[in-house]
């Protein structure tokens, strides 16, 4: 991959408003997130190693310019990057310090 090709992805902080987990999934968690100016909804799969309640206010590490997903019928606008841990759980990438939302990466 090229640094251009890298710097193609809008890589960006944003801060969970709300979450809630979807349909009878328990791996799929919809959250409502602000990128400052922005708000929009990210479905994803952190379900097992996180509930709801622990991700609201979180500040987080999102692609903000993939296209519109749907996952179980609703549209996710991003993806939250996470690493994986020992048991290939998602561990969310965090901040050493408060960020305003909607701060691009680079």
Known sequence: M????????????????????????????????????EERQIVAGV???????????????IIANLDPRKLMGEESNGMLLAASDENGEPVLLGL???????????
Request: zero cysteines; glycine letters at 10%; aromatic letters at 4%.
């Open 47 to 61: 379900g097992k190693a996180y509930a709801p309640d622990e991700l609201v206010g979180k500040e987080i590490v």
């Open 2 to 37: 090229t640094l251009e090709e890298f710097q193609k992805a809008d890589l960006r902080i944003a801060r969970v408003l709300s979450a809630d987990r979807l349909g009878g999934s328990e791996k799929l968690v919809k959250l409502r997130v602000t990128l400052g100016e």
């Open 96 to 106: 050493d310090r408060e960020v305003a939302p909607g701060t691009k990466i680079r």
